[in-house]
């Protein structure tokens, strides 16, 4: 059966983003040192029109990263910065091929037509809500994963609502003290720990959702 | 060159206590979950005074907690509880003849003599504040390690003084939601992850610190 995953890169004091996200640091100050893992690899590279690179224990990684799934979703931050509206021209942050490949759908409370990119990637804005968004992307991705591609405050709604079947957490060597935080507003579950993958600077872990075992906090 | 290092099991959000920290459930609501991988293990049953258990990749860790040091540090409420000062019954939380089996170094505002126990345990009580606790440990451990045990109260002090050399996390498949959170108060520090060891219901990672990258926000 086809599963709904969670992936992101985090710090090991659990913070997907730094403090004081802006267009120049998207991922807050600090945020970029959480992919230092990934940039330098042959399979990052080569989905980002580039050559060159590495290969290590990371590489599976990646490859599952941006073949695994059928379908993205992703929170409004992670495709773009809003300004009271829509900047018609802002086509995400990946240029005109992104690493998707495949549908991606935005939550937003902003409606907008859907965006469709080179290689694959069309960007659907989805104005109607977690749960919606999923169902599209469930649709779109037939037999195949979803992918909640991030943020953490996307994923910690997917998360309160018992939505997610598996976190794939990428943790990097680096504190960043304040930023936007995994697992926020989330509590008493327990975790199934399926695969911990050690790689050059950061480690892989990968978790299944178990049962609810205590009220939130 | 002997180091200072941490050890301590912490959920996957980053807890190595929950909330409602008590008497009863000194580790708070839903924390004893974190020692779920250490309970079962011969080398834990057997340094408690206890038969039979499981032999896994975790044992090494285990043995390392409790023989890898000369000296250990703790905070007071790992040590047990206060109501307006020591009750001088309360002789810790494990039993007569306790894990550590050399000096151990409480840090707590209420002065008290040294309590003396089997087994080559001596839990000192310093009142002079953490630095002060750490020369006392480093003096008692001559030239083999110091231990810093937790809560993380205790060692996120000692992160924002820039006194530990090592963290050896064992990080438990659990989300605690609320409670101790380890690197509270700690930010824009690269760490270097220099093991990673997966075992049953664990992941033990071994960070060295690193530079001060930013300031702390």
Known sequence: MSKIWFTQSVSADGYSAGPDQSEKEPLGVGGESLHDWMVGLKAWR????EEGGEVNASTPVVEELETGSGAVVMGRNMFGPIRGGWDRDWRGWWGEDPPYHGP???????PRDPVPMEGGTTFTFVTDG???ALKQARAAAGDRDVAIAGGAATVNQYLAAGLIDELRLHVAPVVLGAGERLFEGVSGRTLEQVAVRPARRVTHVTYQLGEVTAPAV
Chains 1, 2 share one sequence.
């Open 104 to 110: 991606v759908f935005v939550l937003t409370h902003h």
């Open 46 to 49: 080569e989905a980002h029109g």
């Open 130 to 132: 977690i749960e919606s």
